[in-house]
């Protein structure tokens, strides 16, 4: 029998050591920055890179890296666990350096990057003296299907000139450098082969970042860039031509799962939260957590995050063993993404008018909550692609079974 769910002593202990930093350290931070509009820019850097000092000095930086970046090398259901205690708190990932979008950057770089694009491009990255983005989606064609981007790189002898425009770029006014996907192909074989990444130096004659796109949730650091010829030297291309659509979906496996693992702990939160407010408040001769109605929606509550964590960790099984992994990820993105949103949903309504305000960070998880639904995959594509391998899979082998994780049950 192979299947166990218990950790490794060793594996416990930094598990205990990532909650009880969350709670030292990043919390109380969290505290002292309060609502980030009325503090000193100057103060809030101040905090968080007091956070990430502390992160290194208790050997919990990086935890997604290999050791030769400073990383301590987990593996993927090993990061589940780091992530789901670290973002307990909003700003727990970015302590330790294992943050949307530079993390799924950083596994991109470290299986496509040259020996010299690493030195150049990872390693300060890893060692958090820069911030990186990821610059795919654009305003004028469905960011849903690759195959449409127009984003133009022409091959001017060392240098590819890159005209475009882009949208939704996360970390793009803090970020040294940006991955760039853009066409590069006429005819490729496929649809898919049509487009390259590229590296670019920020700031960059020819990158110019239009405004920060203000969304549901503020002004929280996607930018619009318009890319007018942008000279980017022949060496920083990235994994070579007509490779953008594979650099995609091999950056998208790790980091939309590690999305799913920091969900996982926002789920938690909200669940824990519902759960205290029903116990503590009183109406109609008892607490909320005596009547039914609220029963039901603990009860889903609870099932679909043992739903999530089992999904997650049994994709991060699938990455880790290097078995094909791309189906378990999508079925986790979907299920995790629409669960969070329900289960916070559910917080808000037993905390009433208090879950609606901003006292409780319900509100905020929230607004954050509802773009997991198509950001990194909307939720129909990954149903179209899970429904096509069911399909496949059925016609392939007369049954189902390796289309719902292949799983011996
Ligand atoms: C907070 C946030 C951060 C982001 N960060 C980045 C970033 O750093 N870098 C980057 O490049 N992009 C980023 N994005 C963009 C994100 O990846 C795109 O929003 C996503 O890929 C969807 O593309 P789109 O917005 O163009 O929607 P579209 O592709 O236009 O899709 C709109 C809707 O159409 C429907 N749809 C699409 N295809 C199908 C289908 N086949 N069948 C049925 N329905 C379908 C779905 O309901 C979908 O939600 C970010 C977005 C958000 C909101």
Same mark, same amino acid.
């Given at each position: 029998m192979a299947i166990d769910f218990t950790l490794s002593p060793e594996l416990e202990q930094i598990r205990v050591r990532v909650r009880e930093f969350i709670d030292r350290v990043v919390k109380p931070g969290e505290a002292k920055i309060? =609502?980030? *509009?009325?503090? *000193?820019r100057s103060h809030y850097l101040k905090i968080l890179f007091e956070m990430r000092d502390e992160a290194k000095a208790a050997g919990l930086? %990086? /935890? =997604?890296? /290999?050791a030769e970046f400073?990383?301590? !090398? %987990? !593996?993927h259901v090993e990061l589940a666990m780091v992530q789901a205690e670290a973002a307990k708190a909003s700003y727990g990932p970015w302590a330790l350096n294992c943050q949307a979008p530079d993390e799924g950057n950083m596994h991109t770089l470290l299986h496509w990057a040259t020996p010299e694009q690493k030195e150049k491009y990872l390693r300060p990255l890893c060692d958090g003296r820069t911030m990186s983005c990821f610059a795919m989606t654009e /305003? *004028?064609?469905?960011?849903?299907? /690759? &195959? %449409?981007?127009? &984003?133009r790189a022409v091959l001017e002898g060392d240098y590819w000139v890159v005209n475009g425009h882009k949208w939704f770029i996360s970390n793009a006014r803090r970020a040294s450098f940006a991955i760039l996907i853009a066409r590069t192909e006429d005819n490729p074989e496929v649809p898919q082969a049509a487009n390259t990444g590229f590296i670019v130096d920020i700031p960059s004659e020819g990158w110019r970042r239009v405004r920060e796109v203000e969304t549901m949730h503020g002004g929280t650091g996607h930018s619009e860039i318009q890319i007018e010829n942008l000279r980017i030297p022949a060496k920083n291309i990235l994994g070579g031509r007509g490779q953008g659509h594979r650099l995609g979906q091999y950056r998208l496996g790790p980091a939309r799962l590690a999305h799913c693992m920091r969900w996982i702990a926002q789920a938690e939160t909200a669940l824990d939260m519902m759960v205290d407010r029903s116990l503590k408040r009183f109406a109609h001769g008892s607490v909320l957590a005596e009547k039914q109605g609220i029963q039901w929606m603990i009860a889903d509550s609870a099932m679909e995050l043992y739903q999530a964590k089992l999904m997650v960790l049994h994709a991060a099984y699938r990455i880790d063993n290097k078995l094909d992994f791309t189906s378990e990820v999508s079925m986790a993105k979907h299920f995790v993404a629409n669960a969070l949103g329900r289960i916070i949903d559910r917080s808000i309504q037993v905390h009433g008018a208090l879950g609606y305000s901003t006292d409780t960070p319900l509100a905020s998880m929230y607004q954050h909550a509802r773009w997991a639904r198509f950001a990194d995959g909307a939720d129909e594509v990954h149903q179209m692609r899970i429904a096509q391998r069911t399909i496949a899979a059925y016609s392939r082998d007369g049954s189902t079974r390796r289309a719902t994780g292949d799983l011996p049950v």
């Open positions: 309060g =609502h980030r *509009e009325d503090v *000193e930086w %990086l /935890p =997604h890296m /290999p400073g990383g301590m !090398g %987990l !593996g /305003p *004028e064609v469905a960011g849903s299907d /690759p &195959t %449409l981007i127009q &984003t």
